[in-house]
């Protein structure tokens, strides 16, 4: 029976794969210094850089990851928050195709 409901690492893990059948660099985000930072940094071939935290369906980011999210919104880097494998593509695509 299909999961109606896939694990966040589920979802990183199938979007993570799109990017790299595209030619983009991933990298999982972790920081011992600095907590709830985004999960991963994409790098288009062109060298845009851009952020992406993955969370279940429905879910939304703690109120920690939420104010790191802003800091870098505020430093004018692209940050999202995808809960489906299909808005991680899309967002893929708009970071690809729509520089």
């Known amino acids: 029976m299909k999961n109606s409901n896939p694990l966040e690492k589920d979802i990183e893990k199938k979007v993570v794969e799109y990017a790299k059948s595209l030619g983009l660099l991933s990298y999982k985000f972790t920081s011992p210094a600095k907590r709830s930072v985004p999960d991963r940094i994409f790098i288009t071939p062109k060298g845009h850089v851009f952020f992406m935290e993955v969370k279940r369906r429905g879910c939304k980011p703690t109120p920690a990851q939420e ?7 505020k ?16 967002v893929i695509d708009l970071e690809l195709f729509g520089e």
């Open 67 to 73: 104010v790191e999210i802003m800091k870098l919104i």
């Open 75 to 90: 430093q004018r880097a692209n940050v999202y928050v995808v809960d489906r494998v299909e808005n991680g593509k899309a």
